[in-house]
């Protein structure tokens, strides 16, 4: 069945650290990926998405992700964390052949120390 | 210009109650999704319009659950006889075309609360 998992419900880490968030998706095709950011009662906001150009893709607030189809992964990284980054991240994927729903992973809450 | 827009944005109700829910998509854009994202959990895919077709209603988790779309843009979600399960937030996206890839622009939601 196809599925995204995110690995770490919750991830603390100092400021000025760096920020990895994991994705993981189960397909047999690669399909299209996004990171969403979500803050209090916020809606979804795209940091960045893959579909299916360069597998190093450049977000918002420089963030950034890898599309690694070998180990069909899709991780986020920030090299330097900072204060306002504090929010909860969701990996999301479109399956081709499923559509054009997004299927979420189950987020994970980044916290950012001083 | 405007965003994706949700009302209300909060919204209790009795057990038993009907409810509506709106969603105003960024103009002129094809299609229309609804998700629902209950407490701690990632959004869960309800359903999609492709201008006023409802494409996919797989989603719906009963028959209680009803969405509309009669006019291509404004959509209403409505569910009949609310039960405390139902409480959770409900996000609504569109998207310029619908197309396979295609970047979905989120509202605020509406958070029920169902008591």
């Known amino acids: 069945a196809q599925s995204v998992t995110q690995l770490g419900s919750h991830v603390s880490v100092s400021e000025g650290a760096l920020v990895l968030l994991r994705c993981n998706y189960s397909?047999?095709?690669?399909?299209?990926l996004f990171w969403y950011v979500q803050y209090p009662n916020q809606g979804l906001q795209l940091l960045l998405k893959?579909?299916?150009?360069?597998?190093l893709v450049k977000g918002i607030n420089g963030f950034e992700a890898e599309f690694k189809k070998s180990e069909t992964s899709f991780h986020l990284t920030k090299p330097s964390a900072h204060m306002s980054d504090a929010a909860e991240y969701f990996c999301?994927?479109?399956?081709?052949?499923?559509?054009?729903?997004?299927?979420f992973g189950t987020g994970t809450q980044l916290k950012v120390e001083l | 210009g405007a965003g994706v827009s949700q009302s209300p944005r909060y919204k209790v109700a009795k057990r038993g109650q009907d409810v509506a829910l709106r969603c105003d998509p960024i103009?002129?854009?094809?299609?229309l999704f609804w998700y629902q994202q209950a407490l701690g959990q990632g959004p869960e895919f309800l359903t999609y319009?492709?201008?006023?077709?409802?494409?996919?209603k797989s989603g719906l988790p009963s028959d209680r659950f009803f969405a509309e779309r009669p006019e291509g843009s404004v959509s209403t979600l409505k569910i009949q006889r609310t039960q405390q399960e139902d409480s959770a937030v409900y996000l609504c996206?569109?998207?310029?075309?619908?197309?396979?890839?295609?970047?979905?622009?989120f509202g605020p939601g509406t958070r029920l609360l169902v008591l």
């Open positions: 996206a569109s998207s310029l075309r619908g197309r396979l890839g295609e970047t979905q622009y």
């Open positions: 397909s047999s095709v690669p399909p299209y």
């Open positions: 893959y579909t299916s150009a360069a597998t």
């Open positions: 999301a994927v479109m399956f081709t052949g499923g559509g054009n729903k997004l299927t």
């Open positions: 103009s002129g854009h094809v299609s």
């Open positions: 319009f492709q201008n006023e077709a409802q494409l996919d």
